[in-house]
């Protein structure tokens, strides 16, 4: 919906948004390619000007969503048009095979999407963006609700853990009474609270328009990975019930696993902060 209610027309915002946020329409978000995923800005697909529409042609992968999207925002290379297209996914040449056999995220869609010789309405061009920027300014938000739902993770681990190592009995005492498992408790309770801190901040920063792209790169970095590690070390917690499927947390390991991936890779945001410091980009 964001990149509709950011940088669509009117007519694309009447027609689109009550739909989507009522759930009658699903949408999905094509950014990344097969070839270009943190470097979106080599990405391939392209939209020919053919004059009374637009020829689309190009592929995406790992696309939350595609198979069962009604309309897809795909965006095409900055060495053509720098733009975003509304892709209506029932338009001839469009198919969005569904990637099987994820370890994780296993409840979400996740497809490529083809494009072969879609001819697009001119009236489907997103107009109030050109660039990198478009795509870009649509992952600060969705990165910002990334950084509360890791933490979210991270706390249903926690609760599951605490449970766990107060009614596990060995050497005939609760594991919680165990120095070592009180110091990865404490560990954890400390880092989602701190994680917790970040997010606030932030929230505190966009209601105050103060918030810039590289605070919430620093937010997802933080929040997915120590989410992650909260979730690696409450598997250890568990001992073998951990590998489970009766306890949640190898659950929101696995998924985290994907998290820590989309929107912006750990490393990746680890260079967009270190630019930010320096002022000398260390991705190339
Ligand atoms: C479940 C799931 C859902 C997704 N949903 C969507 C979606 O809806 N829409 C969408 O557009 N995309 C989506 N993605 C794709 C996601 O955004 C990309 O996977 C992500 O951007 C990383 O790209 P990549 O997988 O090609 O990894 P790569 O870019 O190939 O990176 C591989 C490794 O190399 C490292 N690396 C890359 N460049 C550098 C560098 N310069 N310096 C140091 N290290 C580097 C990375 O940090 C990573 O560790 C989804 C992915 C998953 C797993």
Redesign the pocket.
Known sequence: MYPIFAYGTDAQKDYWLPKLSAGEKIG?????EPDF???PGGMLTRAEDKGSYYLLNGS?A???NGTISDVAIVWESLTALCAGFIVETDREGFSAPEIKN?F??RA?V?SDLILQDVQIPKENILPNVKGLKGPLGCLTQARYGISWGATGAAMAVFDEVLQYSKSRIQFDKPIASFQLVQNKLAWMATEITKSQFLSYRLGQLKSANKLRPQHVSMAKRNNVGTALDIARVGRDILGANGISNEYQTFRHMANLE?VN????????HT?IIGEDLTGIPA??
């Open positions: 999905c978000f094509g950014l990344t995923g943190s470097n995406k790992w696309i939350t994820k994780s995220l979400s996740t994907s991936t989309y929107e912006g890779t750990f490393d990746i260079l991705y190339f």
